[in-house]
């Protein structure tokens, strides 16, 4: 857990006041963050707690003095360093961000320009905002890469974002944040995409990162678990309002509000194993390789049965997307065949057919990138509901409104854009238009990763009632081991793309475990903000 910040009279470098933020489209006038005051001493983090739709983003953007097209903020202060950045014209607030106020996002992937090395990418912020001068800047990306653990941290910076992993792409984010040495970080659901295991890398490096810079955190997270092992104070959020704040330990131990307890209570969700059923997908001897010869699945061989959902499970880089890629015939395989309903299937996605197609769908991580910006959401979800079932006129209409009220979005989202929509929104919005081709099997892949636990609670209700009524079966992608629980039949371990183990759940996951499945279960941050340093002291070897 950080240190403490215990001097009253250390000034605040960041203070909000009464901070209102309105929607400027449908519904106008709407309060999306509603008299919200916080304050932020040196080398002090802040936790920003809720559930999708809290407004903890837009707080976080609104500290830098910026807020998301579709949004303005109408009352309030911003106070940076006692300047407040609301009453700056925007030439003179411009310079803050980057140099003093960094945001670290939650997705490393959508954030970096896949054109250009990350080094170079490292020294734009420092040397357009006058810090460094290039060569200096260059000298200080290596000690940082250095500093958070990158691999070859002299080299590291000369590759681009495609050619790392996620976890090292998310710490390098991190370093580029910190190139101008900001007095405070925005951390936006950093670690939220990443397995258990890499998460621990990427919580220790952030960690070490704001103690060894005395640097001031927001920390914007839906997992009390994880901000446990950073945070100073947690602020709760609900409808863009707070619901209680207060020192980390003393809120996790005793909360006040019965919308803090429900986010604390563990996820009672518990699958009861059903019995194998006719099979719908089976993948037999898969192997595929990328460029280069590059071996990344390496005979695997799963089946899903009818109405039973078989969860993938593993670290970075372990081949779990890779193989979702294969089924869906993005990825043709080198060796082995897939087949659905006992017919085997073409190894490339454009010489499949219409039926195929629509028989089997895929929910994507990243609904940043998944969603067409210039689409309204109407359109994203119609689209397949006209090119499968051929509807137009009032029977499209609907059914649109059927499946937004589903997936519990509701019909005024529908003439929405993705950009006015969160992240735990734009991830119902996918899996709503996987629904609408009315597929045999969805292939799942980290679905409720951005989503808070109360959400995302919903949301695996929502799959588990459509498999009891219609008989849907699911390849569930995922590194939350709680979600395996909630949802799985079948569980598949997967390692460096072999398979190290699959079975029922109740066999995977009882003793005696596997090494490698035990390492997995370990690496499940635990509600005590003591949980990180007793892992990373456990890694640690002794001499």
Same mark, same amino acid.
């Given at each position: 857990?950080?240190?403490?910040?215990?001097?009253?009279?250390?000034?605040?470098?960041?203070?909000?006041?009464?901070?209102?933020?309105?929607?400027?489209?449908?519904?106008?006038?709407?309060?999306?963050?509603?008299?919200?005051?916080?304050?932020?001493?040196?080398?002090?983090?802040?936790?920003?707690?809720?559930?999708?739709?809290?407004?903890?983003?837009?707080?976080?953007?609104?500290?830098?003095?910026?807020?998301?097209?579709?949004?303005?903020?109408?009352?309030?202060?911003?106070?940076?360093?006692?300047?407040?950045?609301?009453?700056?014209?925007?030439?003179?607030?411009?310079? +803050?961000?980057? /140099?003093? %106020?960094?945001?670290?996002?939650? =997705?490393? #992937?959508? !954030?970096?320009?896949? @054109?250009?090395? &990350?080094?170079?990418? +490292?020294?734009? /912020?420092? %040397?357009?905002?006058?810090?460094? =001068?290039? #060569?200096? !800047?260059?000298?200080? @990306?290596?000690? &940082?890469?250095?500093?958070?653990?990158?691999?070859?941290?002299?080299?590291?910076?000369?590759?681009?974002?495609?050619?790392?992993?996620?976890?090292?792409?998310?710490?390098?984010?991190?370093?580029?944040?910190?190139?101008?040495?900001?007095?405070?970080?925005?951390?936006?659901?950093?670690?939220?995409?990443?397995?258990?295991?890499?998460?621990?890398?990427?919580?220790?490096?952030?960690?070490?990162?704001?103690?060894?810079?005395?640097?001031?955190?927001?920390?914007?997270?839906?997992?009390?678990?994880?901000?446990?092992?950073?945070?100073?104070?947690?602020?709760?959020?609900?409808?863009?309002?707070?619901?209680?704040?207060?020192?980390?330990?003393?809120?996790?131990?005793?909360?006040?509000?019965?919308?803090?307890?429900?986010?604390?209570?563990?996820?009672?969700?518990?699958?009861?194993?059903?019995?194998?059923?006719?099979?719908?997908?089976?993948?037999?001897?898969?192997?595929?390789?990328?460029?280069?010869?590059?071996?990344?699945?390496?005979?695997?061989?799963?089946?899903?049965?009818?109405?039973?959902?078989?969860?993938?499970?593993?670290?970075?880089?372990?081949?779990?997307?890779?193989?979702?890629?294969?089924?869906?015939?993005?990825?043709?395989?080198?060796?082995?065949?897939?087949?659905?309903?006992?017919?085997?299937?073409?190894?490339?996605?454009?010489?499949?057919?219409?039926?195929?197609?629509?028989?089997?769908?895929?929910?994507?991580?990243?609904?940043?990138?998944?969603?067409?910006?210039?689409?309204?959401?109407?359109?994203?979800?119609?689209?397949?509901?006209?090119?499968?079932?051929?509807?137009?006129?009032?029977?499209?209409?609907?059914?649109?409104?059927?499946?937004?009220?589903?997936?519990?979005?509701?019909?005024?989202?529908?003439?929405?854009?993705?950009?006015?929509?969160?992240?735990?929104?734009?991830?119902?919005?996918?899996?709503?238009?996987?629904?609408?081709?009315?597929?045999?099997?969805?292939?799942?892949?980290?679905?409720?990763?951005?989503?808070?636990?109360?959400?995302?609670?919903?949301?695996?209700?929502?799959?588990?009632?459509?498999?009891?009524?219609?008989?849907?079966?699911?390849?569930?992608?995922?590194?939350?081991?709680?979600?395996?629980?909630?949802?799985?039949?079948?569980?598949?371990?997967?390692?460096?793309?072999?398979?190290?183990?699959?079975?029922?759940?109740?066999?995977?996951?009882?003793?005696?475990?596997?090494?490698?499945?035990?390492?997995?279960?370990?690496?499940?941050?635990?509600?005590?903000?003591?949980?990180?340093?007793?892992?990373?002291?456990?890694?640690?070897?002794?001499?």
């Amino acid at each position: 857990m950080m240190q403490r910040i215990n001097d009253a009279q250390v000034h605040p470098i960041l203070e909000i006041r009464d901070l209102v933020i309105e929607s400027q489209g449908r519904p106008k006038g709407k309060r999306l963050v509603d008299n919200i005051s916080l304050s932020l001493r040196p080398g002090e983090v802040l936790g920003l707690i809720g559930e999708s739709g809290a407004g903890k983003s837009t707080i976080g953007l609104a500290a830098m003095g910026y807020a998301r097209d579709g949004m303005k903020i109408t009352g309030g202060q911003v106070l940076f360093d006692g300047v407040d950045l609301l009453s700056l014209p925007d030439r003179q607030r411009r310079p +803050y961000r980057g /140099a003093r %106020v960094a945001y670290v996002a939650q =997705s490393a #992937a959508a !954030a970096f320009n896949p @054109a250009h090395k &990350l080094i170079d990418q +490292y020294v734009e /912020a420092a %040397v357009v905002h006058g810090v460094l =001068s290039d #060569a200096q !800047a260059r000298e200080e @990306a290596v000690a &940082l890469y250095e500093e958070l653990g990158l691999p070859n941290p002299e080299t590291f910076g000369n590759r681009y974002p495609h050619q790392v992993s996620g976890g090292q792409l998310q710490r390098a984010m991190v370093a580029t944040a910190m190139a101008c040495r900001p007095e405070v970080l925005i951390f936006d659901e950093p670690t939220t995409a990443l397995d258990v295991t890499t998460q621990i890398e990427v919580l220790a490096a952030i960690r070490k990162t704001i103690r060894d810079h005395h640097t001031a955190a927001l920390y914007i997270t839906h997992d009390l678990a994880v901000v446990a092992q950073v945070a100073d104070r947690i602020m709760v959020l609900r409808q863009g309002e707070m619901v209680e704040e207060g020192d980390t330990r003393r809120l996790l131990e005793q909360p006040e509000q019965t919308y803090t307890r429900d986010l604390l209570s563990v996820r009672n969700l518990h699958k009861k194993e059903s019995a194998p059923d006719d099979t719908v997908l089976s993948i037999r001897g898969v192997c595929a390789e990328y460029h280069r010869g590059t071996q990344v699945l390496k005979d695997v061989s799963v089946d899903v049965e009818k109405g039973r959902t078989v969860a993938v499970v593993g670290e970075s880089g372990s081949g779990k997307s890779t193989l979702a890629r294969v089924v869906t015939g993005l990825l043709p395989p080198t060796e082995g065949s897939i087949s659905l309903h006992g017919e085997t299937l073409s190894p490339r996605l454009r010489e499949r057919d219409r039926k195929t197609l629509q028989r089997l769908q895929m929910i994507y991580q990243l609904p940043d990138t998944a969603l067409n910006p210039r689409q309204k959401i109407r359109d994203i979800i119609g689209r397949p509901l006209q090119f499968y079932h051929g509807m137009q006129g009032a029977a499209l209409e609907k059914r649109l409104r059927q499946l937004v009220d589903m997936t519990e979005l509701g019909t005024d989202f529908l003439d929405r854009w993705p950009a006015q929509l969160s992240g735990g929104q734009k991830q119902r919005v996918g899996i709503a238009r996987a629904l609408a081709a009315e597929p045999d099997l969805i292939i799942c892949d980290e679905v409720t990763s951005a989503l808070d636990q109360l959400v995302g609670e919903q949301i695996l209700n929502l799959l588990l009632s459509l498999q009891r009524d219609l008989g849907m079966s699911y390849l569930f992608i995922t590194h939350d081991l709680g979600t395996v629980d909630a949802i799985a039949d079948h569980v598949v371990v997967m390692r460096k793309g072999q398979v190290v183990e699959q079975g029922a759940k109740s066999t995977v996951f009882a003793p005696p475990y596997e090494s490698y499945t035990r390492l997995l279960l370990d690496s499940v941050p635990e509600m005590d903000p003591a949980w990180l340093d007793h892992v990373l002291a456990d890694a640690t070897p002794q001499g």
